[in-house]
């Protein structure tokens, strides 16, 4: 049952990434991404850490993605769906760079694989304590306290500076 | 054994199937009341030809939705189209799953163990809420822009932006209760709650969280993009809304998702403040439901109420009222309550 079920989530998150990248029209990408984070949660509830995945959802398919939602229907980006020859980003040097690049990593890929099957899995024990919302706060405002506020302070500078760089001067 | 499936089994698909179907014929049930109440209000008479004081009406208007024919604009995105409605409506009763509405019971006998009444009984159910709450808004911005109409995108962009800024308020109206009963199961909520202060007055987190009960419902109103914060479809400025292209089934999917998610909204303010099944006095066993119901429909009324008493506000206000004062009036009260759990030990 376990099994069956992470397969089916395993084949809805990979799919869902790789049509992500595929898509003509931005709406579907972001809709197809909120599709592979519902998946991922999924994943995570089968590992019990139904914490991860709820903050998962709430954060990412609830906030983040929203704003990805807003940009891409208010700035309203012109969609290949229009017809016609589909517009070529690159020209032909930098295209050969890239076809030569992209086997370098599927050999990567490939390599990296095998390496992966070869060898066996650690045992799964179920009866390991499960991380609860009280261990996380404890380990993330004791333990980890400072990189904690120190990650915020980090964000909170981010934003202030996309603040100032998309400001028009309004004087 | 039943049929070699264990009797617990079966008790929890019916407990499923009831509750699905609970809350469709509640949606219908508050289509009636709606009516009945907006015509107390306003001095008239509301339904009453369909079946005996109009008690047919709601079926009445399912089958007039299911006769009517479905129409797609020009230029419409079909897939997103028809995907707005049906995520709306599974989001709605989806929230339901996870929502305890009475004490354990073995139904009179027939379990040998006591089970949980609810459709699934999470730990983190209030994060479940949460989560599955704030991707409800997806359905409506589909809506709006797969329609492929001003309006409709108009309705939709504003609905996202009020659900945005409304669910902070409600998350920190959450968290304080949280943090009084010490877990993030909505049972274990619920269970903290059973009791009587001098015997008499019931042991619920209204009494320590008036402020945070103000909060949590004002923000489930505009959530549930009910009036006074009914912008997504001011019909003076937007026709209908989000909503403004979908006819027929499509339509009753986002009507009843509507319903729902007051049903839900409600059933969790009673769950969180109103101490779910336990009431002023007790119940005999197995019939502790019947609480929950009284203060989910109080509640429900109360919604009906307001709607038809308050005029809508200017968007600006709302969005003032939203940031400048729910939130503050939110982190203030999480600040006070934390402040008493550490050091008053509660």
Redesign the interface.
Known sequence: MDAITFWILAAILVVSSVLVVGQRNPMYSVFLLIVSFAALAGLYIQLDASFAAMIQIIVYVGAIMVLFLFVVMLLNVPTDDAGGEPRRMFGAGPRRIGAVLSAVFAIELALALVRVVSTPLPSSDRGAPVATVYDIGVKLFRDYAFAFEATSVLILVAMVGAIVLARKEAR | MIFGISRELIVHLVIIVVVFFALQITAAVLVYMERKVAGLIQERYGPYLVGPKGLMQPLADILKLIMKEELRPKGA?VI?FYAAPVLSATAAFAAFAVIPFGADTTFFGFLDHPIHLAAAD???GL??I???S??G??GV??AG?ASNSKYS?LGG?RS?AQM?SY?LAYGLSFAAVIMLAGS?SLRGIVDQQSGYWFGFIPHWYLFLQPIGFLIFLTAGVAETNRAPFDFPEAEQELVAGYHTEYSSMSFALFFLAEYVNMATVSAVATDLFLGGWHGPFPLPDGFEWIWFLVKVFAILFFYIWMRWTLPRYRYDQLMEFGWKWLLPAAVVNLLVTAGVVIYMGW
Do not use: G, K, P, R
Request: hydrophobic share 75%; net charge negative.
């Open positions: 995105d997103l999470v730990n983190v994060l479940v949460f989560a599955i704030s991707m808004v997806y911005v589909l822009w995108l962009l996202s945005i669910e993030l």
